[in-house]
């Protein structure tokens, strides 16, 4: 990906959060990195852990966590224009669990590095204002969408999932959707089965 394209994807982040971030547009994409993926790499890359913000351009991704059981829960699905940050403080709050930023799909993500991070806080007012405004983002999709969880039962989750999510759902492993949305795999198996009868 050239530096023009870089831009063409830099330029719709800054014109939803922040439109005075257009006047630096090519001093950020000075210091942004390009990355490929391959599904089931994991994220940061090897060689560059220094990398631990992303937005992703083209796949899909699984955030996951593995407690000291090796059991493994899915938290974010996130896709397409979307961000993903791996934040080593996560330990903090369960040392026993360890999170995973996996590629389930090939994929193309644009990086910052520590260093790259640091210049853009000190050198754009509104870069360090972005970055809160994607962790809220974040946060508040997570505290809807897990509340629901709790309320909703099986069927409606998964509809309001695919209903949210179309642009995912086709390219995730139908074991890691009931994974990320509590449910058996086989229940979901039966959930789509009866959706699929009822629609017809």
């Known amino acids: 990906m050239d530096f023009s394209k870089i831009l063409d994807q830099l330029a719709p982040i800054a014109q939803h ?24 790499d994991q994220f940061p890359i090897v060689g560059y852990e220094d990398h631990q913000a992303a937005y992703i351009v083209e796949g899909v991704f699984r955030v996951y966590s593995v ?15 979307d961000f993903t940050m791996y934040i080593e403080n996560y330990k903090t709050f369960n040392p026993d ?14 990086t910052w590095g520590k260093d790259d991070l640091e210049f853009l806080v000190q050198n754009i007012p509104s870069w360090y204002f972005l970055t809160l405004k994607i962790l809220q983002t974040i946060t508040l999709r997570l505290t809807i969408e ?7 039962d099986a069927t409606t989750r998964y509809i309001k999932f695919s209903e949210r999510y179309p642009h995912i759902i086709a390219r995730v492993p139908l074991r890691q959707v009931a994974n990320y949305l509590g449910i058996a795999p086989q229940s979901l198996s039966r959930i789509r089965q009866n959706l699929t009868k009822s629609s017809n």
């Open 17 to 40: 959060f922040d439109v005075s971030m257009l006047d630096y547009l090519e001093v950020i994409a000075a210091h942004t990195t390009v990355r490929q993926l391959r599904t089931g």
């Open 67 to 81: 407690d000291a059981t090796g059991k493994e829960t899915i938290i974010r699905l996130p896709a397409e224009g």
């Open 146 to 152: 897990r509340g629901e969880m709790f309320n909703d």
């Open 97 to 110: 669990i360890n999170y995973h930023w996996e590629a389930i799909t090939d994929a193309t993500i644009l």
